[in-house]
């Protein structure tokens, strides 16, 4: 029997709960195995040659995120109307990532510094496969990003944390026929081997169950082209900003402050992407579940925020306190930055509410607010990581402890401002 939230006449079906918890155990599957692996690299390898490795992983994952459009959130509003244009919806999408993807990854090959980036292929193939890699990566990983949302949308979201089990397999495969993370080129393939048998396996089984289309909720139809433009237009935006603050900051604070303690900020940022990327996968359910019961938007909004409080904010808890020995297993060398650590898990407890209010603006189409939240509080983390390791050499400062500062107060000073209830519809 579906979980359910409580109104003052009736219980309401909460499909978004359902939703929301397979899509979390998806990413928390996904950031364990990510974690365990960066943990196995960061004691075979030297620093700098982590730092290589995710100046790598961190390009392509910073396209991919530009360039996946908020299509995926787009999706879980538009495939419970979409009935027998499922398929054609579903086609259309994947194109559009394609294609923004390989171009968008071709540009940045084009950029100063972009040979650094791709160095830790280029030292195997050359430059000129190390280019075909890196493009071939972001398409990938952006198709892997949208894949989860599809599943959901065609409602099979157990079908998630299948894959992402899949995925760890097929890591763990990589690493063993490799010998072991030997270089930075096999922590990159250990990477996009997984990443490309998850896509294809999604791809296959997304054909066979649209092969007989789900049928719609209310009147069968498409969105039309300007509602498309209205959604992704302010909403894309938005999602960069999400991505550039994933993606962008370890690597400014690697190419500021140096490969050794860049991988350091890179492995205590994986930490708080982990929790970041969990939150969001479980708060955009909201996006279907309004989409589906639009009379009763409110009630599962509040209901999702309430719960992601209580499932996040003991965890951040717990990992405060063992952060010391958590990172003591990468080696003293990360150990040492445990209280970086700590301020950071500081600023994720604070983001949690703004990620709810993101994930709630896109729910109700309030597209303007989305980019304006986003784009603000990553662009100025973004900026404090830029700025903070030449502050922080005048003033004698610890420049990650700066960064780390900088996250916390630009996302206090987010909830302050918008800390009142959102004036939005009812349905």
């Not at 808890?317 to 990360?334: D, N, Q, R, S, T």
């Not at 703004?354 to 603000?376: K, P």
Request: charged share 10%; with cysteine; glycine share 10%.
């Amino acid at each position: 029997m579906p979980l359910a939230i409580r109104t003052r006449a009736r219980r309401v079906p909460d499909g978004a709960f359902g939703d929301g918890l397979a899509l979390s155990l998806t990413a928390g599957i996904g950031a364990a195995v990510g974690m365990a692996s960066w943990l196995y690299v960061a004691r075979t390898l030297d620093p700098a040659e982590v730092g290589r490795a995710s100046a790598f992983v961190s390009a392509f994952q910073v396209v991919a995120g530009c360039t996946e459009v908020n299509l995926g959130i787009a999706l879980l509003r538009w495939l419970p109307h979409a009935g027998r244009h499922t398929r054609n919806l579903l086609v259309r999408c994947a194109l559009t990532v394609v294609l923004l993807a390989a171009g968008v990854g071709g540009l940045v090959l084009l950029l100063p510094g972009a040979g650094g980036v791709v160095s830790a292929v280029a030292e195997v193939g050359g430059p000129v496969v190390a280019g075909a890699v890196l493009v071939l990566a972001c398409v990938a990983w952006a198709l892997y990003q949208q894949q989860d949302y599809v599943l959901v949308g065609l409602r099979r979201p157990w079908w998630c944390p299948g894959r992402a089990v899949l995925y760890a397999v097929s890591r763990v495969v990589v690493l063993v026929v490799a010998g072991g993370a030997t270089s930075a080129a096999v922590v990159v393939g250990s990477w996009l081997v997984p990443v490309a048998v998850c896509v294809v396996a999604a791809a296959v089984a997304t054909v066979l169950w649209t092969r007989r289309p789900p049928p719609a909720v209310g009147t069968e139809h498409l969105p039309r082209r300007r509602d498309v433009v209205a959604f992704l237009g302010p909403t894309y935006a938005g999602q960069i900003g999400v991505t550039l603050l994933a993606g962008l900051v370890p690597l400014l604070v690697t190419v500021t402050v140096g490969p050794a303690p860049g991988a350091a900020f890179f492995l205590m940022w994986q930490g708080v992407t982990v929790v970041d990327v969990v939150a969001q996968y479980f708060v955009a359910s909201v996006a279907g579940a309004v989409s589906r019961d639009p009379e009763h938007g409110r009630e599962h909004s509040r209901a999702s925020r309430r719960r992601l409080l209580w499932l996040m904010l003991p965890a951040l808890a717990v990992a405060a306190l063992v952060a010391h020995p958590v990172l003591a297993l990468f080696g003293p060398e990360y150990a040492s930055h445990a209280a970086v650590f700590r301020v950071l898990l500081l600023g994720v407890a604070l983001r949690l509410w703004v990620i709810h209010r993101l994930a709630e603006y896109q729910a109700f189409g309030r597209g303007g607010r989305y980019a304006a939240l986003s784009l603000t509080s990553a662009g100025l983390v973004a900026l404090g990581a830029a700025l903070a390791p030449g502050i922080a050499t005048t003033a004698g400062l610890d420049p990650l402890v700066l960064v780390a500062g900088c996250y916390v107060a630009v996302h206090l000073g987010c909830v302050i401002a918008t800390r009142r209830p959102s004036e939005l519809p009812s349905t």
